[in-house]
């Protein structure tokens, strides 16, 4: 019917951004500040959860988002699974109650 598909950057489908170049740059990048947020708001009650909550709640709200359609955007370069290796250490150490340091 010569209609003409526009062509974009990047799009989301499924709740993966995929872009023309399938690098996975913009899905790591907004799958990062998604699980960041969360940490962080977790954080904020550290003190007050027990052990077992804590992990339930990081099963829900970060395991589910760094697993989710990994076979598709799992093939991203070195330095984006390092940026999310870090956000789980993050969350290692809010499930211990561990300083940084």
């Known amino acids: 019917d010569n209609n003409n598909i526009e062509g974009v950057k990047y799009h989301k489908f499924l709740g993966v951004w995929f872009e023309e170049t399938l690098s996975w740059n913009v899905h790591i990048e907004k799958m990062r500040v998604d699980i960041a947020r969360a940490i962080g708001i977790l954080n904020k009650f550290r003190q007050l959860l027990p052990k077992r909550l804590k992990l339930q709640l990081y099963y829900s709200l970060?395991?589910?988002r760094l697993t989710y359609c990994m076979l598709v955007w799992g093939t991203t370069t070195k330095t984006n699974k390092q940026k999310l290796f870090i956000l789980q250490k993050k969350a290692v150490r809010f499930i211990e109650n561990?300083?940084?340091?």
Do not use: E, F
Request: glycine share 0%; proline share 0%.
């Open 62 to 64: 970060v395991y589910s």
């Open 98 to 101: 561990l300083k940084r340091y």
